[in-house]
């Protein structure tokens, strides 16, 4: 595949995501303060412990996802090959996923009574809560497959297009429960609704995307799983500290402090993940690419050079947008119940941002076929945040702060490895940098200086300042977006 094309679909899919996350940002703005008020703080933050089920169970997926992903990209022409590959990652989530249905069916009451520490009088909305989010989970991992398929053959724009749908269908299906049953059973219906229609989607657009994809059980070899796992290893070991952090954070919230402590994470944890998304958006694709041109650095570095640069582009003001008007914005969203959240926010977007600023860098390391770097790297990140938490007890320091300096050291690290990796790829000169850095310094040392009243002129201004400077340093060249835009054919 050249490297326009890729690039095409790239920028196609990315465009589609952005408008998948340009919806979720205001459906999660509007439905979040509904669900809250409808459940309570108490029962709020119950219902935030599916996220939790969901994180950790994400830990069974043996890195077969990214692995898939990884073997197709560079596998692609051959076709029995990538069969090979597939069948082997179906087989594999169909056995997991069974087993954790059983094992979690089993063990509910143990879960919520001894690991959840969840109020007698909520016990059977927990129980409830915990069996259907599984189940619903079981449901999403059959889709698993399907999508490393699509992404792995770089089709990021049809990936998008079946979580846009998802999207829609999850608001529509949590609208329904809250007028017919706004409880916790009437969502986590809705929840698993919307996996059903994710599974179904990413059937649907693989088998006619790539009509050729057949599961194929008696053409299975074990050097096929075995490639699978050797490479998922690592990667499954870094998921395993990934899905970890959110859990262990809320666990020692809530044997520290207590529900609404928990409630308030969630709410900014869960929107700061939501924004976020708008940096990775681009960065869907990375994985297969760098799988795909690993070995031609001159090929890699122009896919790479305009998504890192896209970081440096949207990252400076949009952590000074969130340090600057947080507060009012959750006052005016959530009213006196914000104020926690509205406290933990800045410094997790400023954490989240500074881990997203690298990401591109990670892929690629990961694209290497490096997947150990990966886990060790997560693990470390891992253990220095949950004992930040544990040692400093003051909010919010304790929370954003070990965020903060665990993400610090992520990014540090991405920057050392990626120059052993691809020495020879130099993604932006020192000089365009300091031309960027430079509106952003100004802003920073006159805010202490600002009135509340001039602070949104003061911001309009330097976003003026920084796109001027983007422009004039040739970080962005306009017309060349605009060419991108008509090459993906979507205006």
């Known amino acids: ?43 709020f933050g119950l219902w935030s412990f599916s996220t939790i089920i969901m994180s950790v169970l ?27 590959h597939f069948t082997s990652t179906a087989l594999m989530y169909l056995v997991i996923s069974s087993f954790i249905s059983l094992i979690m069916i089993i063990f509910h009451r143990w879960i919520i009574e001894k690991v959840l520490h969840v109020p007698l009088h909520l016990f059977e909305e927990a129980q409830f ?23 792995g053959h770089q089709e990021l724009l049809l990936s998008q297009s079946v979580f846009l749908l998802w999207l829609l269908a999850n608001s529509i299906a949590v609208s329904v429960a809250l007028i017919l049953r706004p409880d916790i059973y009437g969502l986590g219906l809705a929840s698993l609704f919307s996996n059903v229609v994710i599974l179904l989607g990413f059937y649907g657009t693989t088998k006619w995307r790539l009509p050729l994809l057949r599961f194929a ?9 075995g490639s699978m796992l050797k490479y998922g290893a690592g990667i499954q070991l870094a998921a395993v500290a990934i899905a970890l952090r959110e859990p262990l954070y809320k666990i020692v919230l809530i044997r520290t402090y207590d529900l609404a402590t928990v409630a308030a994470f969630e709410i900014a944890f869960r929107l700061c993940t939501q924004l976020v998304s708008i940096i990775t958006t681009p960065l869907l694709g990375v994985l297969g690419v760098s799988a795909l041109l690993s070995q031609r650095h001159e090929d890699l570095s122009r896919i790479l050079r305009p998504l890192f640069v896209y970081g440096v582009v949207v990252l400076p003001p949009a952590v000074l947008f969130a340090y600057t008007f947080s507060t009012p914005l959750f006052t005016l969203w959530l009213g006196q119940k914000g104020n926690e959240a509205a406290h933990l926010f800045p410094g ?16 690629s390391i990961e694209g290497s076929g490096r997947s150990w770097y990966s886990a060790t790297l997560q693990i470390v990140l891992l253990v220095v945040q949950i004992a930040l938490l544990i040692s400093v007890t003051v909010v919010p320091w304790s929370i954003a702060g070990s965020l903060f300096i665990g993400f610090a050291v992520f990014s540090l690290s991405n920057f050392v490895m990626f120059a052993r990796c691809y020495g020879t790829i130099r993604l932006i000169p020192p000089i365009q940098m300091l031309w960027v850095s430079f509106p952003t310094s100004v802003y920073i040392g006159l805010l202490p200086f600002l009135s509340q009243d001039s602070l949104i002129w003061t911001f309009l201004a330097y ?29």
Request: aromatic share 8%.
């Open 463 to 491: 976003l003026l300042a920084h796109l001027t400077v983007l422009m004039r340093s040739a970080v962005v060249d306009p017309r060349r977006l605009l060419g991108l835009l008509r090459g993906t054919g979507l205006v």
């Open 58 to 84: 994400n830990l069974a997926d043996f890195g077969l996802k990214n692995s898939l992903v990884y073997h197709v990209a560079r596998q692609r022409e051959d076709p029995e090959a990538v069969t090979r």
């Open 348 to 363: 997790f977007f400023l954490g989240f941002s500074i881990y997203y600023s690298t990401e591109v860098l990670y892929k």
């Open 129 to 151: 809560l915990l069996i259907v989010t599984v189940i619903a989970f079981s449901v999403r991992m059959m889709a698993i497959p399907f999508q490393a398929i699509l992404e």
């Open 217 to 225: 059980p008696t053409r299975m070899k074990i050097d096929a799983l």
């Open 1 to 43: 595949m050249d490297i326009p094309t890729i690039r095409n679909k790239i920028f196609a899919g990315s465009v589609v995501g952005f408008l998948r996350v340009g919806l979720a940002v205001p459906i999660y703005l509007i439905l979040t303060p509904i669900i809250l008020n409808t459940l309570g703080l108490e029962r």
